[in-house]
C-alpha cells in the first residue's frame, strides 16, 4: 500500500508524537454527513476493540464489544457490515516495519475487502469499586425484601470506549468519539466471596457496556449515511414515517421531526447547507416492516407536522436505557 507523500510525512510526525488521537485533525468537518441514494451502501467494517493489559478483565471482551456495537450499527440499513479480527490485523502485521504499523494494516484490510470505513476502537477503562455514598433507600433491602443490604453491597461498575471511524481511502479520522457509563450495582458478600474473580466477567458489565455501545454506534449513524425517514401521514392520534422493521427501527425509538427550508448561501452565493427548522418530536408506539406509528412528545409551537416532513433518529439519553 502506499500513500501519498503529504500523508505519509503528516502520519510520520503524528505517529512519532505518540498519539493516534491527533489524526483527527486531519479530518475535514462534516465530511460524510450527507444520507446516500437508497441503491447506494456504506461498506464498514468493525475491527474488535484492543483491551489494554492493565485493564482488569479479558483480551477477548473487545471482540464481543465489536461485535455488540456491528449488531447495533446494523439498525441502519445503509451499511454493509463486517467484523474484522484482531488476529487477522496481527497477521497483516507481520508483514509491515516502521513506526505507523497498525494504522497501514488497518488500511491494507480496508482496501483489500473494499471497505469505506474502518471502526476501531480502544476500551479505556472496565472497572469495579464500592460505592463510596450511603445505600440509596431502594436499594435498601434485595428484591426478596428479606435481607438488609450493607454499604459495601453497593458497587459502581464503570466501562469506557474510545471509537474513531477511519476513512480507507484518504486515511482520515472523521469521527472520535470517547463514551463513559457507570451504573450501580448490587454485588452481595456472599455472592463475590463464591466468585473472586466477578469482577473480570463481562457479563456484570452488561448494562454499562450496552449503553456505551448505543452512544457510540449512535455517533456514528448520525455521521455517516444517516437514515432518515419522511412524515407519511398525520392524524390527531399519531404520526406515520416511512421506516420501520427493515430500517432498524424499535418501538420506544424516538424521532425528531423536521423541515428543510431555503438553501443557505455564502458570500460567493455557493450552497452550504439547507436551513432547517424543528417541528416535533415524536416516540414510536407501533413498527411495521415498512413504516412506523408514533406519538408526538413534543410541539415547537407555531409549527405544526405535515407530510412529507424530515424524521431523524434521537440520540439515546444516557442513563435511559433498560437493563
Do not use: C
Amino acid at each position: 500500500m502506499k500513500l501519498n507523500m503529504k500523508l505519509n510525512m503528516k502520519l510520520r510526525k503524528l505517529f512519532a508524537a505518540g498519539t493516534v488521537a491527533a489524526l483527527a485533525l486531519l479530518a475535514a468537518p462534516n465530511a460524510v454527513g450527507q444520507s446516500r441514494q437508497d441503491n447506494e451502501k456504506v461498506r464498514m467494517g468493525v475491527l474488535a476493540l484492543e483491551f489494554p493489559t492493565h485493564l482488569i478483565g479479558d483480551a477477548g471482551h473487545g471482540a464481543i464489544m465489536a461485535d455488540m456495537l456491528l449488531s447495533e450499527l446494523k439498525k441502519n440499513r445503509n451499511y454493509e457490515l463486517e467484523l474484522i479480527e484482531r488476529t487477522r490485523l496481527n497477521q497483516v502485521l507481520l508483514g509491515f516495519t516502521g513506526p505507523f504499523n497498525q494504522l497501514r494494516a488497518v488500511l491494507m484490510i480496508g482496501k483489500a475487502a473494499d471497505l469505506d470505513y474502518i471502526v476501531v476502537g480502544t476500551i479505556t477503562s472496565f472497572s469495579a469499586a464500592p460505592s463510596k455514598k450511603a445505600v440509596p433507600p431502594i436499594l435498601s433491602i434485595y428484591p426478596t425484601g428479606t435481607k438488609p443490604l450493607a454499604k459495601s453491597d453497593v458497587w459502581i461498575l464503570k466501562v469506557g470506549i474510545n471509537i474513531k471511524v477511519l476513512d480507507v481511502k484518504t486515511a482520515e479520522i472523521i469521527l472520535a468519539r470517547d463514551e463513559d457509563v457507570g451504573s450501580m450495582e448490587i454485588v452481595p458478600r456472599d455472592y463475590r466471596q463464591a466468585n473472586p474473580l466477578w469482577q473480570k466477567s463481562i457479563d456484570r458489565y452488561s448494562w454499562p457496556i450496552k449503553n456505551a455501545i448505543v452512544y457510540a454506534a449512535h455517533q456514528i449513524m448520525r455521521h455517516i449515511a444517516p437514515m432518515e425517514g419522511k412524515v407519511v401521514k398525520v392524524s390527531p392520534k399519531e404520526i406515520i414515517i416511512d421506516m420501520g422493521l427493515n430500517h432498524g427501527v424499535e418501538p420506544k425509538d424516538r424521532f425528531n421531526i423536521v423541515r428543510e427550508g431555503e438553501p443557505i448561501r455564502d458570500s460567493q452565493g455557493d450552497v452550504t447547507g439547507v436551513d432547517i427548522t424543528e417541528i416535533a418530536h415524536i416516540e414510536i408506539t407501533r413498527v411495521e416492516s415498512t413504516m412506523s406509528y408514533g406519538k408526538v412528545k413534543k410541539i415547537f409551537k407555531p409549527h405544526q407536522i405535515s407530510q412529507g416532513d424530515i424524521a431523524r433518529r434521537q440520540r439515546p439519553k444516557k442513563g435511559v436505557l433498560s437493563k
